[in-house]
T-cell receptor, first 112, second 114 residues
């Protein structure tokens, strides 16, 4: 079946450094790729997303890149802060159905 | 974005019983989904809740175990039937909304089955 692979599973960085999380998807019909941040005990929060018609999208310290040919997309966080510490999930749509397949998650720790 | 609420927020249940989880949205939405998040794991789609018709279930999930209702465009319920400890999870509803059909999650229901 369709799946999304996410790496790394854990990531520890110093405050101020950059963090990169990578995902690979299998469904060539996927056209929507959101990223969610989940703090402990909280719901997943949408932080940024990208659609298949663009290669990069930026929102302040967060950016997402998409390579449709290679079926890769990545989350980039610059100037990390301790409040960025959380679990981050990538997801890909089942074609254009709206249903999402999630990656396994990355636990990001930003050390002060 | 829409305000999404779930009831109950948490519950502890005995095996063999059933629990119905409610998801309420403050605006009409076309697409509603139910996900399961097992402890320390990612999110897995259970089903799409279709308004006025039977839910569409993903592989590994069946209607007898997870019956879903969607009587209107603002409300849905998920029942976890004949529960076992393996059903201990967080159950989340989500809705698709906005001009770009972004998906937002409810606060989740933390279920523990003893």
């Amino acid at each position: 079946g369709e799946n999304v692979e996410q790496h790394p599973s854990t990531l520890s960085v110093q405050e101020g450094d950059s963090a990169v999380i990578k995902c690979t998807y299998s469904d060539s019909a996927s056209n929507y790729f959101p990223w969610y941040k989940q703090e402990l005990g909280k719901r997943p929060q949408l932080i940024i997303d990208i659609r298949s018609n663009v290669g990069e999208k930026k929102d302040q310290r967060i950016a997402v890149t998409l390579n449709k040919t290679a079926k890769h997309f990545s989350l980039h966080i610059t100037e990390t802060q301790p409040e960025d510490s959380a679990v981050y999930f990538c997801a890909a749509s089942y074609g254009n159905t709206g249903k999402l397949i999630f990656g396994q998650g990355t636990t990001l720790q930003v050390k002060p | 974005s829409a305000v999404i609420s779930q009831k109950p927020s948490r519950d502890i249940c005995q095996r063999g019983t059933s629990l119905t989880i409610q998801c309420q949205v403050d605006s009409q939405v076309t697409m509603m989904f139910w996900y399961r998040q097992q402890p320390g794991q990612s999110l897995t789609l259970i089903a799409t809740a279709n308004q006025g018709s039977e839910a569409t279930y993903e592989s590994g999930f069946v209607i007898d175990k997870f019956p879903i209702s969607r009587p209107n465009l603002t409300f849905s319920t998920l029942t976890v039937s004949n529960m076992s400890p393996e059903d201990s999870s967080i159950y989340l509803c989500s809705v698709e909304e906005g001009p770009t059909d972004e998906q937002f999650f409810g606060p989740g229901t933390r279920l523990t089955v003893l």
